[in-house]
């Protein structure tokens, strides 16, 4: 899959293309469904289909000191907009010009002259433009001028909520991640470097791959049945802890992943940790031998929540 820029020309093969358009950070059931229909257009029209996001997102340029909130990085969004069947991710790079961009701008220089496009697809509450200047109906009419084809998409309810990435957020935030996982059809999973650490875990008996949090979303600290994606495309289940590790000091904010039956060292690979099951919140032990006879404990729920 190709990651376009709008600052460079649009390759001749991908002129006219259906343009899904929206941040899609998540990539929920909602956004899945303006991706589909995209996707939809552009096998009956014959035509490429790109999806198109922003980074940052317009909040963390507007609002810089917003707690990180993130659900996918932009790596993991392209491998789900490729999944999904499309051709190509624009990354729309959101700074000071673009966020005084007119709506009017976005349509005939953006969308119209530089990225050629034929038509887009959009969520019903998408705005953008200076100010929020743009909507689905303000999009429709400057796109007609242009000969683009605009059309929105409904939201996509799930027990009659409105399916959006402040649900999912909301869901991790309470330690609910089999809701989060609804929304997306997926786990939520946390992708990153392994660092070292302080190797306690292993003089435990329980060595763990640690994982900074970066810009994702926080879940809830605590205890987690998760599965890993190594390098090689290998996945494996395990047990997490994610939190400030309240047992020690100075607390240091981390994930730190117990692979089951694995004896390799993981350090400087990047691994993608799925959150499939809460299992407990985070405790201060009274010694370190009932915090060992707790890891036991967790381990054994892990395997039953993943079995």
Known sequence: MKRLSPRQP???????????LGNFDGFHLGHQAVVGRAIQRGAHERRPVIVATFD????????????????TTLDQREELFAHAGADAMLVFDFDADLAATSAESFVSDLLAERLRVSGVVTGSDFTFGRGRGGNAAILADLGADHGILAETVAPVLLEGQRVSSGLVREALKA??????TRMLTRPFAIRGTVIDGDKRGRDFGWPTANVELGDYQRP???????RVRLDDGSEHDGVASLGVRPMFDPPKELLEVHVFDFNKHLYGQTIETSLVAYLRPEAKFD?????????????????????
């Open 10 to 20: 649009i390759d001749d093969n991908l002129s006219g293309a259906i343009l899904a």
């Open 56 to 71: 940052p997102h317009p909040v963390a340029f507007f609002r810089p000191e917003t707690p990180p909130f993130r659900l």
């Open 175 to 180: 330690g609910d991640p089999g809701t989060a």
């Open 220 to 226: 809830a600290y605590g205890i987690y049945a998760v």
């Open 287 to 307: 010694s370190v031998e009932e915090l060992k006879t707790q890891m036991e404990r967790d381990a054994e729920d892990a395997r039953n929540a993943l079995g």
